[in-house]
């Protein structure tokens, strides 16, 4: 099956899926975690997956546009379903967007190792953390949801979207290893689910995750391309 048979087929399923969820019967929390870590996140961000060749039309501009009008219009008429794959839509391809004004691998790198330290603050003591305690609409306006069978959903923010869907990207435009991107960057998502249950928080950052799926699966490529072009992980930022 090709790659846009697939997409719409998996979009599908995955509406009938959110369509069906809240009738059925509500289950436990570890059920609940594990549908979402296990199922709902790797089939959500298989449709960036299936979707990837298109980080690089030329249309990308258009497309991300249209995504991000489609987001906001259906938000602001409180469709769920469809506001949340549009959003999901308009962050991904705003990351691919966003991964054009990157020069050099360097430039990447330097964000993966910034960004979680940034996103922990955020949601440890920032303004996540301010969101999520005091404006709960706010961050349920500014997240993806997944839904668990007659359950409150579980959700992941909008930048966490961005962030995955960029390195996805570049693990393309720069000849790394994307399907273990993908694959490592999605298992991160779920253990973030899963150490979010144990340890019995609000919500953990789910950045320094998707910055580590990215890393770790490329490290020798990385460390063997920047050692070959003579830039040191941060110089891109700084100049």
Known sequence: MGRAPALLALTVALVAWYELAPHLGTLTTWP???IVSVFLMPAFFGIAWLALPLWKSRRLLVVAGSALAAALVLSLLGTGVASNFAKFAALTTLGWLFLTIFEALSWVVAVALIIPWV???SVWRGPTRAITTHHASVF?????????PGGL??????PD???FALFLAASVRFGLRPLATWA???????????????W???GLPALPGISLGFLLPNADLLWRRLLRSGQAPLEASES
């Open 140 to 148: 349920t306006n500014l997240s993806i949801a997944f839904v668990v």
């Open 32 to 34: 609940s975690v594990l």
């Open 200 to 202: 019995s928080t609000n």
């Open 119 to 121: 996103d922990a603050y």
């Open 153 to 158: 959903p579980a959700r992941l923010g909008l």
């Open 161 to 163: 979207v961005m962030f």
């Open 184 to 198: 490592a960057m999605t298992t991160a998502l779920g253990l973030t689910m899963v150490l979010t249950t144990v």
